[in-house]
């Protein structure tokens, strides 16, 4: 669910300059992921802190089990799907 909200906020910021600047503006308030959820639910997107985080763990393991034991270490910053998010966000045009 968290996922399917991410990247309709993702479309819908491409889209909306002002959209995409009130996001990255969460980015420097002192609690940006709760700053970040509290402005998406504000605007109707069901994102919470926990699914967040759920979310990018339940992505890491699944890459993990994709190599059959192979994958002994998780790679650095698979499992965030908040930064993700940005790093999509910031490159979209």
């Known amino acids: 669910m968290t996922e399917k909200e991410l990247t309709r906020l ?4 491409e889209n909306d300059s ?5 996001l990255i503006d969460t980015r420097s308030h002192p609690d940006p992921m709760s700053e970040f959820c509290s402005v998406c639910q504000k605007l109707g997107y069901n994102i919470t802190v926990g699914e967040l985080f759920a979310l990018g763990m339940d992505m890491n393991d699944s ?3 994709s190599v ?3 994958g ?3 790679i650095e910053g698979w ?3 908040y930064e ?3 790093l999509q966000l910031e490159w979209s045009e």
């Open 10 to 13: 993702l479309e819908a910021a």
């Open 79 to 81: 499992n965030d799907a």
């Open 84 to 86: 993700n998010f940005f």
């Open 63 to 65: 890459k993990m089990r």
């Open 68 to 70: 059959n034991g192979g």
């Open 72 to 74: 002994a270490f998780e």
């Open 18 to 22: 002002r959209l995409k600047r009130k």
